[in-house]
């Protein structure tokens, strides 16, 4: 598989393109808050009632979400070509392969790689994931070749993470986050990113967590499916077998 480095990916950055595929992510953002009676079919997006309704790794972290989201994607590549993708997420290492306009427009400093980064392929649990400089997550749950998840605990009234062994703030935001790749068969996997959120039931969590982020959240988060879709589809068909 070919490698390059972090710096040089940042220095074959394509600004236009980015500005470009912004302009597309505002546009699904826009169609999203104009549909939101659409919103359980695209918390179930890339999935069916019953494929959506399973279990799967991490689901006992947040056991009664008040929100939650599984996104899948069929790829045409083995799981081994997916599985690096996956190793690599978090600002810093290969980005989250999603809207960096959008992102960078927040200061997140997210760079997409569309290499495979050797430095950042063994992850473990303990690992954090950053998802901008001055917030990062740990992996709870590594299975290598296959899934891995975050979980964290946040107080909203403080703005930090809080240990909960030790604090219950009243304003809470509890989260666990997996990503996992499924063979399907030889030549095909299924990327899935499930997303399930606790919080206090307040009407301003009730809103932020629901018809107000949805939308930006199932956008950001759908065009993260499509780009390691892209990704492992050209790897695996530039890879010579």
């Not at 403080?158 to 604090?167: D, G, I, M, R, T």
């Not at 629901?210 to 988060?221: C, K, S, T, W």
Request: with cysteine; glycine share 6%.
């Amino acid at each position: 598989m070919e490698t390059v480095s972090l710096d040089e990916q940042r220095r074959t950055r394509f600004t236009f393109l980015q500005i470009l595929e912004g302009v597309e992510g505002i546009l699904i953002i826009i169609a999203a808050y104009l549909t939101l009676l659409f919103k359980p079919l695209r918390d179930r997006w890339g999935m069916n009632r019953k494929e959506a309704s399973a279990s799967f790794p991490g689901d006992h972290l947040v056991p009664q979400p008040r929100s939650e989201f599984v996104h899948a994607i069929e790829i045409n590549a083995p799981a081994s070509f997916v599985w690096p993708w996956i190793a690599q997420l978090g600002q810093g290492k290969g980005g989250f392969y999603s809207y960096e306009a959008l992102e960078n427009i927040l200061g997140l400093h997210i760079y997409n790689s569309d290499k495979i980064l050797p430095e950042f392929q063994q992850p473990k649990i303990g690992d954090l994931i950053p998802f901008s400089p001055k917030d990062a997550y740990p992996l709870v749950i590594c299975e290598h070749g296959k899934a891995m998840a975050i979980e964290n605990w946040y107080d909203l009234n403080k703005n930090s993470v809080y240990n909960q062994a030790l604090e219950s703030p009243m304003n809470y935001l509890h989260l666990s986050w997996l990503w996992m790749v499924e063979p399907i068969d030889e030549h095909r996997s299924k990327f899935i990113s499930r997303n399930r959120v606790d919080f206090k039931p307040s009407f301003k969590n009730r809103l932020l967590f629901g018809p107000l982020g949805e939308p930006v959240v199932f956008a950001m988060d759908r065009k993260m499916c499509y780009g390691i879709k892209r990704r492992a589809e050209n790897l695996y068909r530039n890879t010579p077998r």
